[in-house]
């Protein structure tokens, strides 16, 4: 997941329930393997300060949700919101998703293509001419019955 990333800054209170996704994934990026996929990225902890207590513990102020910001190699920045019922799966799936996009665009890019790809009109209707077969395989895959005695003689007497 780091190697996407040049930084990233978990942020939440340490009073809320809400922050287990948000420490789980400071201990992931904390964690040796990822810290070798990528070791220049900086890995920061931002405790939030807790409200003063209140007598009433209705009009204390909401505490602020826990959040991930991450700064892409390219510089792009996203804040995610570790909110009730997330995951610190769910926080790294959106990461690799957005990181993969990225790379993807950076590759097309490199190689003088337009980024995004548009497909014309015309092509995404198209018939799929198919994947063409070496010979040999496919006297295996025409005979979708065999059971296996037929295979290991055409396999011997290739």
């Given at each position: 997941m780091l190697k996407f990333l040049s930084k990233v800054v978990v942020e939440y209170c340490p009073v809320d329930p809400r922050k287990a996704a948000a420490v789980e994934l400071l201990a992931q990026c904390n964690g040796r393997k990822a810290k070798d996929?990528?070791?220049?990225?900086?890995?920061e902890l931002r405790r939030l300060p807790a409200p003063p207590p209140t007598e009433?513990?209705?009009?204390r102020p909401p505490l602020p949700p826990p959040?991930?910001?991450v700064t892409y190699l390219n510089g792009a920045e996203?804040?995610?919101?570790?909110?009730e019922g997330a995951t610190a799966q769910g926080i790294r799936d959106q990461i690799l998703a957005r990181g993969r996009l990225?790379?993807?665009?950076q590759m097309f890019r490199d190689g003088g293509e337009t980024w995004p790809v548009v497909i014309p009109e015309e092509e995404l209707g198209m018939s799929f001419p198919?994947?063409?077969?070496?010979?040999?395989?496919?006297q295996f895959v025409e005979r979708p019955a065999c059971v296996g005695v037929c295979?290991?003689?055409?396999?011997n007497a290739i």
């Open positions: 996929s990528n070791p220049a990225c900086s890995v009433d513990p209705e009009s959040r991930v910001l996203e804040a995610i919101v570790a909110a990225i790379d993807t665009e198919g994947i063409k077969v070496p010979p040999f395989i496919s295979c290991s003689s055409a396999l």
